[in-house]
């Protein structure tokens, strides 16, 4: 018998929502994302091949560090369209990481580039693209 390790398998975020409705309205109409599912636990959603879950906590946007991100294959049309439906894109100076945003996109010297936002909650959430990802 083969044991699967953690790391063979895909792995979700699970983001936490005071508002679980007024946030669900942003996940689904302004990121598209469609649910799967939905209990008393929250809702599951699908992400290309890879799932996340949001659910109703106090604790809703608390942390000040990235959830989760979204891989996309053109980052500046994504941010177009995100600033499009009113999202406001985080912008960033870090030099002691080397990431500094211009007009809401950072690249990284491997050539990713990395856009920030965050949802109604203060989630904060990344758009990337990955050169040597298909």
């Not at 005071?18 to 599912?37: A, H, I, M, S």
């Not at 991100?69 to 009113?86: C, I, N, P, Q, T």
Request: contains cysteine.
């Amino acid at each position: 018998m083969t044991i699967q390790m953690p790391a063979d398998r895909s792995f979700g975020a699970t983001i936490p929502a005071g508002n679980l409705q007024e946030t669900r309205k942003f996940y689904e109409d302004v990121l598209g994302c469609e649910p799967v599912t939905e209990d008393e636990g929250g809702i599951l959603y699908r992400s290309g091949d890879t799932y996340f879950s949001l659910y109703a906590t106090p604790f809703g946007g608390k942390a000040e560090h990235t959830l989760g991100g979204f891989v996309v294959h053109d980052v500046e049309a994504a941010v177009a369209d995100l600033r499009a439906k009113g999202v406001t894109l985080e912008e960033y100076d870090l030099p002691e990481v080397g990431v500094k945003t211009v007009d809401g996109i950072a690249e990284v010297p491997n050539g990713m580039k990395i856009a920030w936002f965050k949802d109604p909650e203060g989630n904060i959430l990344s758009m990337s693209s990955m050169p040597q990802l298909p």
